[in-house]
Structures are given as structure tokens and as C-alpha cells.
């Protein structure tokens, strides 16, 4: 069987080479996508930085603890509470202590007190300490001494600056200023022994020292989100892109296999047995996948650095971001690809095996039609189907916020794809009757190779439903958002301050005549749900009368204006949601308060958060301002030089509530969505370049025929663009079916979760998907036909 098996890939080298690079290119895929999740899963060791050299930093409580049956639970406070003043006056008996204070100058432009800068440490460079409330030291190396600067917190000017370290942008002001514009204080750093500090805090607060003082910086958690955002990132690349590659990879070698039936039924009458036949195709696949896979984790090696650093650029993943020295994904993608290639070619020559010889012949001269759709083809596509309408009936009953999840609606085309493909022969002939009416060469030829058509629409398939399904599932949630927030926003215009909105600026604006100011702050709130599950629920702060006036909840049971300081609103998915119910809640800075349900809300698209008065939000900035009535220029007046941007309705809407598909996004999220689906789509066009390849050089005594029967060569390269063109408008179809079906189950989902949306495919992409396969699948159709019309083989 080697031998036999040596000379065949010598004698038929060419129709192997489709099957070589299918499997190099789905194997290199899947070592880079390993290698890329691999290196997302650690982050480096970071050390501290604006306290690096703070003896010891002490931080309010801002963790929530929960005892439970089962253990404690924990959650960070949206809120951190301050240090207790009289832990702060017993620290002051050990040492100097220094108050620390980060504010937001303008944009990413940071503020803190000079006293601070020792602790970095920062030095100056040039000029002094800032004395007046005016005066700042600056970081930023293009800033110079005596430049003034106009900021959303007043203007200032430059004292001093100290060389920048890496990590922020920050001015410093002194220590008076710094605190009239952030009175409040969370942390402190304590220049006493480590030892005497804890004993002073008593557990009132954390005692940080060492490496945990990294805890004290800016956005601490910053890396482990960073991860968290790579993970889900690659994972769902991974997912796609693999699904993509071992489909595509098995369909390759199938149908290189399935090309062969004439040389089946020779060996077949020459009294070849059918395990023969099988072991000669499996030691060719053996001897194909081998080399193949080793190529494609070499490819693999080269490919993944350069995918680090285009999501470094793109500021998907951070600076520190780069393939580790990781072995298992080479491992993974190697044995997964010889093991697809093996399982391919082994389903497909198992019907040439057990083929009698008084039948060899015949099957291998025509494509049999009542066979086209074999019985594990059926029952396994049947069963996919049967699987995927069970599991989307199950989630619309019990949950259909499940539906909208991305690991959902990223897995189940996966599943119909693989079922449509299964199905693709028995539909296949109706398709082209229906795409081709006139065209009765093209329709004949299209509807009798039905295995080859099957073959090169599979390819087309996957790019049309992955592109649909995908986008068109991020785009019907956009809209589905922005629907939600249009039915609720009934105000003329929304006012929004990256800092927090000032008394004195709330003051004005209540004081315009004709107006209705509701301002909000962002809040969360706790909940322990069956006794073991603490529960974030984000939570806007809002007065109850002002918030009526500007705001249109989509309320199910109760009233906006029934909420007060001991009552609380909820939505359907907080497991107690009836009006009048007490439910225990822990505040935003940890507070536990019993509140009393004052109305409750649809669950929607998971945008339906808690309402909660500002007395129960305690140091939350007012965030959001909503005005009914006034002009634009008598709200901008009122403001003055503020930072406050004032957008009307429909601006704020659509900045806040962007139904982005992926030629509006912004850069970030198309660089998402390139990752996820560009990979597997330039994969997939790459492998219909493959199939056709393969198939028209299948077709050399098909064409040879023609042109003796009196068709010119023009005639004949026209007939094949043609056919080229009906296989790709049949895929087509197919992706769209699949696409119907995965949108129609979300939309279904959405009018159960009381969120009404339109469904939204993304016709530009699907066109631009469904052109690219046209083009491609014409030009490596007529190249090859052209080629061999010109040899003129003879049959």
C-alpha cells in the first residue's frame, strides 16, 4: 500500500496540491490562533508606578464582602469608600501622611497634588513647585515653562515640569487646589512603619506595601481586563477561524477523494478489496498530512508575531502584548490537521471501498443522482438541524437573553452551516432550476456534477453566513440598543461631563426659565440572589419628579415617581421583581440597605439597569444631564468654560448608541471584527480558488468534447463562467438561508426580552462577500479551462 500510495501522489502530484494547501493554511490558522490565546493568558508582573516609592499607601475598602453559606463573596465597589477620619488621625500620630488626589484636567490629561509627585518619583526638571492656584508642574515633555494652558478645570500655567515616566499625562497642582477641585480622598500614603500602620487600621482599610502598591495606581486592574478583553477576543477568533479551517480542510480532501471514483472502479475490477482501497487513501492522506501540517505550524511560527503586532497597533490588545514560547498550540494544530485529513478522506473512501466491481465502472462514469445525497450525510445533517431548532426553541422558552450573548450567536451558525453543507446535495438541483432558468447547458451541467457543485458552493456557504450572521447579529443588537434608548429619551437635549457636573453649573442650569433639568449620576447596586450569587446591577441616580419629566421608562408594574430614598427600580431579571417586595441591596460604596420595589422594568437588551435615588448613591458625580425645553446657546451660556458637551437628542443618540456595522465602526471594533472574520473569510476565498482549481482540472476531456462537438473556445470559457457564477449565487443562497435563520432566532429572542428591532443584514458586506467569491471563483475557473483548451488533450 506505500508504494502504491508513492506512486500515485507522483503520478496525480497535482491533485494533490489543493489538498496540501488547504491543510497547510488551515493548520497554520489554528497555530496562530492557539499561539495567540496562549500568550493572552499571562500577563507580565507589573510593579508600581505613581508609588513606587511610598513607603506604605494606604486605600479605602473597596472591595464588598458577602458571607454566605458557602464562602464569602466579593465584588469591587463601584464607589471605594475614604479612609475613616479617625484611622487618618491615628496614622498622623506615626508619621507624615499625604492625602492623594486624581482628577480628570481634560481629555486623558490627569491632575494630582505636587505632595504626591515625591512618591513616583517625579523630578524637576526644570523650573519650581507651583505655589499659586493657578500654577502647574507638567509631565508632558512638549510643555514648557511659562506656557499657559486652557483646560476644563480653568486656565493654568507652567511653573515647573518633571521628566515624564511612561505611565500618564498629569499636571500637578498644589495641595490646596488639588483639593477644592477632588474633595474626596480614598487613599493616603503613610511614611510610618509597615507594622504600626496595620496595627493603627485595624482592618478600616488596606495597608498596601511591596508589589501591592501597584494597587494604588490607576486603573490597577487594567492588565487582568486587558486579558479578559484578549481572551474573549482570540477565543472567539479561535472558535470561528478553527471551525472554518477543519471544515473546509475535511471538505478538501473529500472530494479529492471523490474524484477519484474511476480509479476506484479499475482497482475495484482488478480485485482490489475494499479495505485496501482504504488503506491505500489513508496512507496517501498520511503522506500528504504530514508534510502539510509540519508547513503549517512553520507558517504558523512566522504569522503569529505579526498578528501581535497589528492588534498592538490597533490598540485591541496593550503594549506589553507578544507571542510567548508556547509549544501545546503547534501540538493542537498539528494533530488536529492530520486527524481532519485522515477522518476526510477515510469518510469519503469509504463508499468507493465497499463499491461492488459490476458497479465500479458505472458509478465512476456518471454521478449518480438518486445517490447524490448519501444516508450519513442525511441522517448527520438532519441531526444538526434537529439539534439546532431544539436548542433555539429550549433558549426562547427558559432564556432568551442567552440568544443575545456573542458565544451564542457566534456558535450557532457554526452548527447550520455544517447542517446546510451536509444538506447542500439534496438542494443543489432545485437551486439551479431556480437561479438558471434559461441557461439549459449550464443548468444540466451545474444540476448533474452535484457533488462537485456541493463542493465548490460549500466555500461560499461559510463566507456568505459567517458574514451575515455575524455582522448582522452586532448590527440587530446595535439597533435593537439605540431603539430602546429613543423609546427612553424623550428629552431635547443631553448634557455629558467626562469630570462630573459642579453645584454651582447644576445651579444655572435649573435656573434657566422654561426648563426641565434631570441630572443622574452612575451608580451600582449588590444583590444576593438565592443565597450564594452576589449580583452587580449597574444603577443610575436620578430625582424622581425630574426624571418622569425627561425620561420614558419602559416600565411592566409600578410608577417612575413612587421611588424615594427607601425604594428601588428593577428589571424582570432580578429574581425578586415584584412592586411592594423588600429586597436587601448593597450600595455602590458598600452600604447594605433594605429598599422597596417602586416599579420594575423589562429586561431589553440587558441596558435596563436599576434606578436608585441620589441619596442612595452618596459621592456618585452627577454624570448626565437631560433638559426638556431652553436652546442650545442659553444652556451653553449657562455652562460657560466648562467641559460639559451639550448634543441634542438625536446626536446623543447616535453617539452614544451607534448601530455600527463594520464600514462605520471605528477602528478598534473593525479591527475586532477583521480578526474574527477576516482571517476566516481570506481562508475560505483561498480554499474556493482551491476547489476550483482542482475541479476544472478534473474537466479536461469534459472540454476537449465540447470543442469536437463544434464549440469554440470562447463558447466554452463563457459556459464555465457561467456555471462558476451559478455555484456561487447557489452558495449564496445557502448563506443567506442560514443567515434568515440565525437573525430570525435572536429577533425572536428580542421581542421576548420586550426589545423591538428590525433586522438588520449587512448588505454592503454580504454584497462585497458575495462579488469577492464571483470574482474569484470566475477567474479560477476560466484561467485553468483556457489552459487546457490550449494543450487541446483529446479524449
Not at 453559606?69 to 463601584?78: K, Y
Not at 442659553?634 to 458637551?645: I, Q
Not at 471584527?673 to 482549481?693: E, H, K, P, Q, R
Request: aromatic letters at 6%; one cysteine or more; proline letters at 5%.
Amino acid at each position: 500500500m506505500l508504494m502504491l500510495a508513492l506512486r500515485t501522489l507522483r503520478s496525480r502530484w497535482t491533485a494533490f496540491i489543493g489538498s496540501f494547501v488547504a491543510l497547510s493554511l488551515g493548520v497554520a490558522v489554528l497555530a496562530v490562533m492557539g499561539l495567540a490565546l496562549a500568550s493572552s493568558l499571562d500577563a507580565p508582573v507589573r510593579t508600581p508606578e505613581r508609588f513606587a516609592a511610598a513607603p506604605v499607601v494606604v486605600k479605602g475598602q473597596d472591595t464588598l464582602h458577602v458571607p454566605t453559606p458557602i464562602g464569602d463573596r466579593t465584588h469591587r465597589l463601584a464607589r471605594p469608600r475614604p479612609v475613616p477620619a479617625d484611622t487618618v488621625t491615628a496614622l498622623r500620630r506615626l508619621g507624615r501622611v499625604t492625602e492623594d488626589r486624581t482628577f480628570v484636567v481634560h481629555g486623558d490629561l490627569v491632575g494630582h497634588p505636587w505632595s504626591t509627585a515625591a512618591f513616583a518619583p517625579y523630578e524637576l526638571t526644570a523650573g519650581r513647585a507651583p505655589r499659586a492656584a493657578d500654577e502647574v508642574v507638567a509631565t508632558d515633555g512638549r510643555t514648557t515653562v511659562g506656557q499657559r494652558l486652557r483646560t476644563a478645570r480653568g486656565m493654568v500655567r507652567v511653573v515647573g515640569t518633571v521628566g515624564a515616566l511612561g505611565f500618564e499625562n498629569a499636571l500637578f497642582y498644589t495641595d490646596a487646589r488639588a483639593a477644592a477641585l477632588s474633595p474626596t480622598s480614598t487613599q493616603l500614603v503613610v511614611e510610618a512603619d509597615a507594622s504600626s500602620v496595620r496595627r493603627a487600621v485595624d482592618g478600616r482599610a488596606r495597608v498596601l506595601t511591596g508589589d501591592e502598591r501597584r494597587l494604588a495606581d490607576a486603573d490597577p486592574e487594567r492588565d487582568a481586563e486587558a486579558l479578559t478583553t484578549l481572551n474573549a477576543l482570540f477565543g472567539t477568533a479561535g472558535g470561528v477561524t478553527g471551525f472554518v479551517s477543519v471544515f473546509v480542510v475535511a471538505s478538501t480532501f473529500a472530494f479529492a477523494v471523490a474524484q477519484r471514483r474511476r480509479e476506484f472502479g479499475l482497482l475495484r475490477t482488478a480485485g482490489a478489496t475494499p479495505g485496501q482501497i482504504r488503506r491505500a487513501v489513508l496512507t496517501e492522506a498520511l503522506l500528504v498530512g504530514g508534510p502539510a501540517s509540519a508547513a503549517g505550524c512553520v507558517l504558523g511560527a512566522y504569522a503569529a508575531p505579526w498578528l501581535a503586532e497589528r492588534v498592538v497597533d490597533g490598540g485591541v490588545a496593550p503594549a506589553w502584548f507578544a507571542i510567548g514560547d508556547h509549544t501545546w498550540p503547534y501540538h493542537l494544530a498539528f494533530w488536529t490537521g492530520l486527524s481532519v485529513a485522515l477522518c476526510g478522506a477515510m469518510a469519503a473512501s469509504w463508499r468507493a471501498g465497499r463499491t461492488a466491481p459490476t458497479q465500479a465502472l458505472r458509478e465512476a462514469a456518471v454521478d449518480e443522482r438518486e445517490r447524490a445525497l448519501t444516508l450519513g450525510h442525511l441522517l448527520c445533517g438532519a441531526a444538526l438541524l434537529i439539534t439546532a431548532a431544539v436548542t433555539l426553541a429550549l433558549a426562547l422558552v427558559t432564556d432568551p437573553g442567552e440568544l443575545l450573548h456573542r458565544k451564542t450567536y457566534v456558535s450557532r451558525p457554526m452548527l447550520l452551516i455544517t447542517a446546510t453543507a451536509l444538506l447542500a446535495p439534496a438542494l443543489v438541483r432545485p437551486l439551479t432550476r431556480v437561479l438558471a432558468p434559461c441557461g439549459m447547458l449550464v443548468r444540466s451541467n451545474a444540476g448533474a456534477a452535484v457533488r462537485r457543485t456541493a463542493a465548490v458552493a460549500a466555500p461560499v456557504l461559510i463566507m456568505v453566513a459567517l458574514t451575515g450572521s455575524l455582522l448582522g447579529a452586532t448590527a440587530t443588537l446595535n439597533e435593537a440598543r439605540a431603539t430602546e434608548a429613543r423609546e427612553r429619551t424623550v428629552s431635547d437635549f443631553v448634557l455629558t461631563s467626562p469630570n462630573g457636573f459642579d453645584p454651582d453649573t447644576l445651579r444655572r442650569l435649573r435656573a434657566i426659565p422654561g426648563t426641565e433639568v434631570s441630572a443622574t449620576a452612575s451608580s451600582a447596586v449588590y444583590v444576593l440572589e438565592e443565597g450564594v450569587a452576589l449580583i452587580k446591577s449597574e444603577a443610575r441616580a436620578a430625582d424622581p419628579r425630574a426624571l418622569a419629566a425627561t425620561v420614558r421608562l419602559p416600565l411592566t408594574a409600578g410608577r417612575v415617581t413612587d421611588l424615594d430614598g427607601d425604594s428601588i427600580i428593577v428589571n424582570e431579571e432580578w429574581a425578586r421583581h415584584e412592586v411592594g417586595r423588600r429586597v436587601t441591596v448593597w450600595l455602590g460604596d458598600g452600604t447594605r440597605r433594605s429598599l422597596r420595589i417602586a416599579a420594575v422594568m423589562p429586561v431589553g437588551t440587558g441596558n435596563n439597569g436599576a434606578y436608585i435615588t441620589l441619596a442612595n448613591a452618596r459621592g456618585a458625580a452627577v454624570d448626565r444631564v437631560e433638559v426638556t425645553g431652553g436652546t442650545a446657546a442659553g444652556l451653553r451660556t449657562a455652562l460657560g468654560a466648562t467641559d460639559v458637551s451639550v448634543q441634542t437628542r438625536e446626536e446623543w443618540l447616535r453617539t452614544a448608541y451607534p448601530t455600527a456595522t463594520f464600514t462605520d465602526a471605528d477602528e478598534k471594533t473593525r479591527l475586532g471584527f477583521l480578526l474574527v472574520l477576516g482571517i476566516a473569510l481570506l481562508y475560505t476565498g483561498i480554499s474556493l480558488v482551491n476547489t476550483l482549481l482542482m475541479v476544472t482540472s478534473d474537466r479536461k476531456r469534459e472540454f476537449t468534447s465540447l470543442r469536437l462537438a463544434g464549440a469554440t473556445t470562447g463558447q466554452v470559457l463563457r459556459l464555465v463562467a457561467a456555471e462558476a457564477l451559478l455555484v456561487v449565487a447557489v452558495g449564496a443562497l445557502l448563506g443567506l438561508l442560514v443567515t434568515a435563520l440565525n437573525l430570525g432566532g435572536m429577533w425572536g429572542a428580542l421581542g421576548l426580552q420586550s426589545a423591538r428591532s428590525p433586522l438588520r443584514l449587512p448588505w454592503p458586506e454580504l454584497g462585497a462577500a458575495t462579488g469577492a467569491c464571483a470574482l474569484l471563483a470566475v477567474v479560477s475557473a476560466v484561467l485553468p479551462a483556457a489552459h487546457a483548451l490550449r494543450r487541446r488533450t483529446s479524449p
